[in-house]
């Protein structure tokens, strides 16, 4: 089958599918951005950046690991399958947990609490009986079966080499899928011809099946033998990456920081800030900025707050502080580039929303409630 054929079918399935009510993305519970980009997508590879600890692996997090499986959750006859394979090259697995943990608290029983304390850490604060009981409530429990049903954590394999051979042997798996057989004209050393049978296109035993394939961050791979860690994240983005979505039509997603030198603050002959200058973009990018040129897509979050700016884009920020961030599409291949939407940010809860267009006294009364909860 031709190139042209086979997008020309998966046109016209996508249609059908449509048409059925089947979905072909699964969406994200933010609405403004949902008009630019539809969710996630299969066979798209996207790249999550900001400067250091402004919030990347939570939003890394947010939209790919808490966003589908809330969405399939509450779609339970949807078409779509999540499966999500979380590579943490920063935290351990417990601590991926308590994270989600943290979240489901805040979104579901408003509960703001910060891993930390919910590990009560801290010499003031023991954890509340009552978020203890609603941890332990059989509710919480069966949505952590369900959870831990989609995502998969590895926090011991930190090489190139052996991130994709777990993709691959899972997507090589009989039950997972499998390669169509095809002859093609082999020339013998003896000159003469044969026919020799070839891998041939992959196919998915399900292809409602959404692998998400999460790489957190990939400045903490662990180079290969003889390669310096440039070279390493070079061939993980453009060979491993690129394969997993082309090949498996799998969802690559690596979270990827900005340089210290791109975050630092630069200035005009003012003494004003070049906020321009300061954003995080793809000549940012830690380590090694050419991932960018392999991605479909790239997205980043700006806290104008670390550079003690009173006001921006019509917010003020000596109310809403660090809980404000600027969630920025640096790189769209399939659709709008260069869009910003303002959001709120509970760093405790890994939760993010959008903030209205323009905020009043009760939505500014709102936030600071919020914040005062999470002290």
Not at 20 to 42: H, M, N
Not at 85 to 93: A, G, M, W
Request: charged share 25%; aromatic share 12%.
């Amino acid at each position: 089958m031709s190139a042209f054929n086979r997008v020309l079918n998966t046109l016209k399935d996508n249609k059908q599918k449509r048409l059925k009510g089947d979905k072909i993305a699964i969406p994200w519970s933010l609405p403004r951005l949902s008009t630019v980009l539809p969710g996630i997508e299969k066979a798209r590879y996207n790249l999550v950046s900001a400067s250091p600890k402004a919030g990347k692996t939570m939003l890394a997090d947010f939209l790919y690991v808490y966003q589908p499986i809330e969405w399939k959750i509450a779609n339970p006859d949807s078409n779509i399958i999540p499966k999500i394979f979380y590579f943490s090259l920063e935290v351990s697995i417990n601590s991926k947990i308590k994270a989600a943990m943290c979240y489901k608290l805040f979104k579901d029983y408003n509960v703001v609490i910060s891993p930390q304390k919910l590990s009560s850490v801290f010499g003031g604060y023991i954890l509340d009986d009552q978020v203890e009981e609603i941890i332990s409530s059989v509710e919480f429990q069966e949505w952590f079966y369900k959870f831990e049903s989609m995502v998969t954590f590895y926090d011991s394999i930190r090489n190139p080499y052996g991130i994709y051979k777990v993709i691959k042997d899972y997507a090589e798996h009989p039950d997972v899928g499998y390669y169509e057989k095809k002859l093609i004209d082999w020339q013998n050393k003896d000159g003469t011809y044969t026919k020799k049978e070839v891998k041939g296109q992959y196919i998915a035993r399900n292809p409602d099946e959404y692998v998400i394939v999460i790489v957190d961050h990939i400045s903490l791979l662990q180079p290969e033998k003889d390669k310096t860690l440039h070279q390493s994240i070079g061939q993980f983005s453009s060979e491993f990456c690129l394969q997993m979505r082309d090949k498996w039509s799998y969802i690559p997603v690596i979270v990827q920081q900005q340089s210290a030198d791109s975050s630092r603050a630069q200035y005009n002959y003012k003494g004003d800030t070049v906020l321009e200058k300061i954003k995080p973009d793809q000549e940012g990018l830690a380590d090694n900025k050419y991932t960018a040129r392999d991605v479909d897509l790239m997205i980043s979050l700006f806290n104008p707050t670390r550079y003690n700016l009173e006001k921006y884009n019509g917010l003020d920020l000596t109310q809403i502080g660090d809980n404000h961030r600027e969630f920025v599409i640096n790189l769209n291949r399939n659709g709008e580039s260069n869009a910003a939407i303002q959001l709120f940010f509970l760093g405790q809860s890994s939760f993010f929303s959008e903030l209205p267009k323009a905020l009043g006294p009760e939505d500014y009364g709102y936030i600071k409630n919020l914040i005062n909860k999470s002290k």
